[in-house]
């Protein structure tokens, strides 16, 4: 069953806050490319707020199960154009860790706060964590590509319940490293990531 995905439920407060809640409607415009986003002095937080966070949602709302009085029923992309759409939101999540593992990349802009300091840490916690933990930082972004690249080879096949299956992936990859370095001391996103076999 295709689910909520932990990691939009429990970082809601940390994406509002840390990448800022933007909503984005189902069409098949183009999506933006890394590159045009990883431009000089890029901070993770805008990084998310400019591609992580939009790709992420658009792939995740493109399959869901529905049940209602018309039955139960798989929705997913209905044109080529979608199934494109769906893709390039993909490798923009496949991609990511390129940026994300980039020497010197930042937490955020000077200045910058946590919003929700009683959940998420401040971000120079949050870059004292990676900069003391590199190897582990890297090897939980690069989950996220691998993750990522499962999904797309479904949505190139046009497999919208394999690609169902591989967004719980991408969710979980994302979900570990949030859980590690932007709210570790969330006890309540931490027993629902025990619950979800989220790897640490």
């Not at 994406?15 to 409607?25: R, W």
């Not at 929700?116 to 964590?129: C, G, L, Y």
Request: proline fraction near 6%; glycine fraction near 6%; aromatic fraction near 6%.
């Amino acid at each position: 069953m295709i689910r909520s995905p932990i990691a939009l439920a429990a970082a809601a407060a940390l994406l509002c806050s840390l990448a800022g809640c933007q909503k984005e409607t189902k069409s098949a415009a183009p999506a933006p490319t890394v590159t045009a986003a990883a431009g000089p002095g890029i901070t993770v937080q805008e990084y998310m707020e400019q591609q992580i966070n939009p790709a992420g949602e658009y792939a995740f709302r493109s399959v869901r199960d529905v049940a209602d009085a018309k039955g139960h029923r798989l929705e997913q992309p209905r044109t080529e154009a979608e199934w494109k759409s769906v893709e390039q939101r993909l490798e923009i999540l496949r991609d990511a860790p390129t940026v994300l593992t980039a020497n010197g990349l930042k937490v955020a802009p000077p200045g910058f706060k946590s919003e929700n300091p009683s959940v998420e840490s401040e971000p120079a916690a949050i870059q004292a964590a990676i900069d003391g933990n590199r190897d582990d930082f890297n090897r939980r972004a690069w989950r996220l590509q691998t993750a990522a690249a499962e999904a797309l080879l479904a949505a190139k096949a046009r497999d919208a319940a394999g690609l169902g299956r591989m967004l719980d992936g991408i969710d979980r990859a994302c979900e570990s490293c949030h859980l590690r370095y932007f709210y570790p001391g969330d006890k309540r996103a931490q027993q629902a990531a025990a619950q979800e076999y989220v790897l640490n």
